[in-house]
């Protein structure tokens, strides 16, 4: 803050002599406790221009003078009081007073830099805004000292100064433009001083109270400008929101930036007999995130990961959930949902009872049922389904699951020793380089690929003998109503009882050929007798129907195989979750018929790939987005 007093009697005069004039003083509020409503006060002493110059300077002489001891301002000090706040330079070198009027000249040359530390003013919120808070704020940089003025120039160093000359006899400080004279003067002064003392070390000599040198001479620098308003400090705005809202527009830019879709994730692929659907669970959710969830969506993610079961028919498989998983920046685990193809409108309706669609999330399907049931979700639930190429999302699924591998174990394995039960094992493989590799999925029906890399692949062949092939024939057969009742009567019967083998017709081997006598010669061929028909058990039927479907499969594969080139046959599907049968036989064909060229290969999360894929495409859909 600054302060103008005016005061009376003789000031010095510059040189040897002087005039007779008023005297005025300018203070300028410094920290400090003081009688002022600011702290301390700095004064200044400025004199008006004497008839003589100084000696040698060629031009009118500026003095420092005292404020008279019987008029001084409210809340100012002594001239000489700031000398000592500054350090306690000696009275020769500050030029105090010795007496009325009188000064004593100081033994330096006068340095212009009257130095303000911060201070927030009294009574206001903000610091005063000033070039070495912008230094101390990294908003500035440190950069040369300004050139002197041109003659003829005000301090602001090249626009023309209104103030710059005074009225003959008018006191120092009140211009016959439009300035503030000696104001102006201080002010600059000031603001100089924070610059110097900001930018540059501290000044060698002690500075002088009167800021400015002569106007003709050279030996004080001139002030620095001061800074425009666009370039002050700013307050913080203030901060009024609640921690919810601050992280819900923290989660909305991480979203933008990071492109994640919103939560829940889920890919779900919709085929002839099994939905299969797999849940992202986000384990990192934040305080923050869990208080601004909707209740819907906690409701969805409990329903889903505190049951193993949903109803009569659908499962989770727990053994398969993948843990600590990281998907698009979000760690959390992958849950592994099926159901019956058959249930598909119940889901859709429990879809609807939890409004799912006020969620805003999209839907990713895969399957012939995406394009079966689109129309449903679409009326019933409110949900759009985005669909996709299910052997696109097969193949993206595998090598996804095969790359993070399975909870530290590989996903991929095989059969070690498979024409030797006694000595038959299940082996890691290692699948970093799976290309070319002959991809059969065995899920209704069959389809068989050639894949060379994840984006070049052809549909080889297929066979409508397939998982629902065997499931259907078990239903007539036995009057079973699952796929796990099935295969467990599959595991207890003896499709020799059923199937006519080569040692029915030959009598033992084939020994021109390489066939053994065990090898089936014709599936159900012992059924066109009534007495074989009458002894044998509904398991001996279910096992010769499991038998005849896998060998067919398996039959169809290796020549594939054969005409592709390729050594690598990776058998996927449902048809062989939980079906070690199949797979075993499987593995014993190709490496027998192959003379041990063929190698086949299984892995763990047998038939949810082309969901797995599905959610993948999810990211994808939101990076376009």
């Not at 005025?24 to 002022?36: E, F, I, K, N, Y």
């Not at 001891?69 to 007073?97: C, F, I, T, Y």
Request: proline share 8%; with cysteine.
């Amino acid at each position: 803050m600054l302060k103008l007093v005016g005061g009376g009697g003789g000031g010095g005069g510059g040189g040897g002599g002087g005039g007779v004039g008023q005297h005025w003083a300018c203070s300028v509020a410094g920290p400090g406790p003081g009688p002022g409503p600011g702290g301390r006060e700095a004064a200044l002493g400025v004199a008006r221009p004497g008839e003589r110059g100084e000696a040698g300077s060629g031009g009118p002489g500026w003095g420092s003078a005292g404020i008279p001891a019987s008029a001084p301002g409210p809340g100012m000090l002594p001239a000489g009081a700031a000398g000592r706040a500054r350090g306690g330079q000696s009275a020769g070198e500050r030029g105090e007073p010795v007496g009325e009027g009188e000064e004593r000249r100081a033994r330096r040359p006068p340095a212009p830099a009257l130095r303000l530390l911060n201070r927030k003013p009294q009574g206001g919120s903000g610091e005063i805004k000033t070039p070495e808070n912008d230094l101390q704020r990294g908003r500035l940089s440190r950069g040369p000292r300004a050139a002197a003025p041109a003659p003829g120039m005000g301090e602001r160093g090249g626009r023309p100064e209104p103030s710059a000359t005074h009225a003959p006899g008018a006191p120092a400080g009140t211009g016959t433009g439009t300035g503030t004279g000696a104001a102006a003067a201080a002010a600059a002064a000031a603001v100089n001083g924070l610059l110097h003392n900001g930018f540059h070390p501290p000044p060698v000599q002690p500075p002088r109270l009167c800021s400015r040198g002569p106007a003709g001479g050279g030996d004080a620098a001139p002030p620095r400008l001061p800074l425009p308003p666009e370039l002050q400090p700013q307050p913080p705005p203030p901060q009024h929101d609640s921690p919810a809202k601050k992280c819900r527009l923290r989660r909305r830019m991480d979203s933008g930036r990071k492109h994640r879709p919103p939560f829940p994730w889920f890919g779900m692929d919709i085929g002839g007999t099994l939905v299969k659907l797999v849940y992202f669970e986000p384990k990192d959710i934040t305080a923050e995130e869990e208080q601004e969830e909707v209740e819907n969506l906690k409701s969805i993610r409990k329903y889903l990961t505190s049951n193993t079961a949903y109803g009569k028919t659908g499962i989770r498989d727990v053994h398969l959930e993948l843990k600590n998983l990281t998907m698009c920046g979000r760690k959390g685990n992958l849950h592994f949902i099926r159901f019956p193809s058959c249930a598909m409108h119940r889901f859709i309706q429990m879809g609807s009872e939890k409004n799912f669609s006020s969620l805003h999330t999209t839907l990713c399907a895969t399957g012939g049922g995406a394009f079966k049931f689109e129309k449903d979700f679409r009326t019933i639930a409110d949900l759009q389904l985005h669909k996709l190429d299910e052997l696109d999302c097969l193949i993206q699924g595998l090598l996804y699951v095969d790359s993070v591998g399975f909870n530290g174990k590989p996903e991929c394995y095989y059969f070690e020793n498979p024409t030797n039960p006694e000595l038959c094992q299940k082996k890691p493989y290692c699948l970093d380089n799976p290309y070319p590799m002959l991809l059969v999925n065995m899920g209704s029906g069959v389809s068989i690929l050639a894949v060379y890399s994840k984006d070049n692949y052809k549909r080889v062949t297929g066979t409508s003998l397939g998982g629902g092939t065997f499931l259907g024939l078990c239903c007539l057969l036995t009057g079973c109503e699952t796929f796990e009742e099935a295969l467990e009567m599959a595991a207890k019967g003896d499709s020799t009882n059923v199937d006519k083998l080569v040692k029915d017709i030959y009598g033992g081997d084939y020994e021109r050929f390489g066939l053994q006598g065990s090898a089936v010669a014709s599936s159900f061929g012992n059924m066109m007798s009534k007495e074989k028909r009458d002894s044998i058990s509904k398991e001996d039927l279910a096992r010769a129907t499991l038998v005849t479907i896998t060998n067919n499969i398996g039959s169809i594969a290796r020549m594939c195989a054969l005409n592709e080139n390729i050594d690598r046959v990776v058998f996927v599907g449902n048809f062989l979750r939980i079906n070690m049968v199949s797979m075993k036989l499987l593995a014993y064909a190709m490496d027998f018929w192959s003379k041990g060229q063929l190698k086949a290969l299984f892995l763990e999360h047998e038939g949810y790939f082309g969901a797995v894929g599905a959610l993948l495409e999810l990211f994808k859909v939101a990076d376009d987005q």
